[in-house]
């Protein structure tokens, strides 16, 4: 890559930063009563972003990986509960959706996706398993009818709102998680599928995430997603491509954390001067400003080789992992050069600051990319 966007893909994230600009004006009153503006999802909904990961035969815009990259970056600046939505529609539920649903399953699911109108929700941490997936409870038994499940699941995003959700379950324990777990699509109303609780947050979305529990859900025998016995495969393709999107978002957050930083160096009065004249100030935003062009560019560069085919775990991983970590430095030596309002509510970088936090560890956690950076290399 020569380090450009393509024309078209600049053209997406100039209107998406307008976009942005338009729309975080309602973060006050979001952060003051809770409540979301409407304009904000019917905007979202209106220019695509909703279908934007999805393919354009079934109403979506059909992104690559660099532009669905790109564009995150931008909406990123927003509070998290604006496009907190959106993250399922980018993430592994999605993709294991268009690459291993049947026509009828992705005909069922993917025009209502791309239109917001069918949420879905992506099941597979338990309150026992979450980076060590492999060692999940929740089992599916095929019967006459199609397939038993029982079990529970933790930490959903967006599992209260989801009409569907992919859910991972044994299907044969004795096979190990390579070849024994498979994934399934569930319809939300299905007897015996509960929330059990809702576990809220430090930031990120709102109200939280979710509990859920399967007591006999009797799922009917096409319910299957793609092969049985694929799941752990299809978990971790899902994740390996969706983990850019994590990384997108804490490169926006960091971004915007050091474009705040700079404003409020260059105003901030001190000692018959501002703050921007101090070494120490100016050093920061200087560490700041190259983690993040960093963080910029090895993650744009994973994406585009993504789309050239090249789909190597340890980029994706190594894109999560700087990105998030550089993003979270930014973002906390912005709280650092606002002083005592950078730790106030109300003040952007404080929310960037809680919001940030969990790019560190949902998707992967620093350590499993770590973890599959090393794989990789030395295998
Ligand atoms: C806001 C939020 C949203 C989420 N959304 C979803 C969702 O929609 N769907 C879903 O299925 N899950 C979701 N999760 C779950 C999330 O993916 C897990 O929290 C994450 O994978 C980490 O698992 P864990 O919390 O069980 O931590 P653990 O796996 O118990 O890890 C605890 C610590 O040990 C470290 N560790 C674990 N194994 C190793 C190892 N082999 N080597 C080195 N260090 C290791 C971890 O990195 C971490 O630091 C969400 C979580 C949160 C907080």
Redesign the pocket.
């Known amino acids: 890559m020569d380090f450009e966007l393509p024309d078209e893909v600049k053209e997406f994230c100039d209107v998406t930063r307008a976009i942005v600009r338009d729309l975080l004006p309602y973060e006050q009153q979001f952060q003051e009563s809770g409540v979301i503006a409407p304009i904000v999802r019917k905007t979202l909904v209106e220019n695509g972003y909703f279908g934007m990961a999805l393919p354009e035969e079934y109403g979506g815009l059909g992104l690559g990986a660099l532009a669905q990259a790109a564009v995150q970056i931008e909406l990123a600046r927003l509070p998290p509960q604006f496009w907190t939505e959106l993250?399922?529609l980018m993430?592994?539920?999605a993709k294991n959706i268009i690459y291993h649903a049947s026509a009828e399953q992705k005909q069922l699911l993917l025009p209502g996706m791309a239109t917001g109108e069918t949420p879905i929700?992506?099941?597979?941490?338990e309150p026992?398993?979450?980076?060590?997936?492999g060692s999940m409870r929740t089992t599916a038994v095929r019967n006459a009818d199609g397939w038993l499940i029982n079990g529970s699941?933790?930490?959903?995003?967006?599992?209260k709102n989801a009409k569907y959700i992919i859910v991972?379950a044994y299907t044969d324990k004795a096979a190990g998680p390579r070849a024994g777990i498979s994934a399934f699509l569930m319809s939300a109303d299905t007897p015996g599928f509960s929330i059990t609780g809702t576990?809220e947050?430090m930031g990120?979305?709102s109200p939280?995430?979710y509990e859920m529990s399967f007591d006999n859900c009797q799922l009917p025998a096409d319910a299957l997603l793609g092969e049985e016995g694929q799941g752990f495969r299809y978990a971790l393709e899902g994740l390996n491509e969706g983990r850019m999107n994590v990384g997108a978002t804490a490169v926006g957050m960091g971004e915007y954390a050091l474009e705040l930083a700079i404003d409020e160096a260059k105003a901030r009065p001190a000692f018959g001067g501002v703050i921007a004249d101090f070494q120490a100030i100016r050093h920061y935003i200087a560490t700041m400003a190259t983690d993040m062009r960093a963080a910029r560019l090895v993650l744009l560069d994973a994406a585009w080789r993504y789309d050239q085919g090249e789909k190597r775990r340890e980029l994706a991983s190594m894109a999560k992992l700087f990105a998030t970590e550089a993003g979270s430095r930014t973002v906390d030596t912005a709280v650092q050069i606002f002083g005592g309002t950078g730790y106030c509510r109300g003040f952007a970088v404080e929310r960037l600051y809680r919001d940030i936090r969990?790019t560190r560890?949902?998707?992967?956690?620093?350590?499993?990319q770590?973890?599959t950076i090393a794989r990789e290399l030395l295998r």
């Open positions: 993250r399922p993430g592994p539920g929700a992506f099941a597979l941490t026992n398993s979450g980076s060590d997936f699941k933790t930490f959903i995003s967006n599992g991972y576990i947050l990120t979305a939280g995430v969990i560890i949902y998707e992967g956690s620093s350590e499993i770590r973890n």
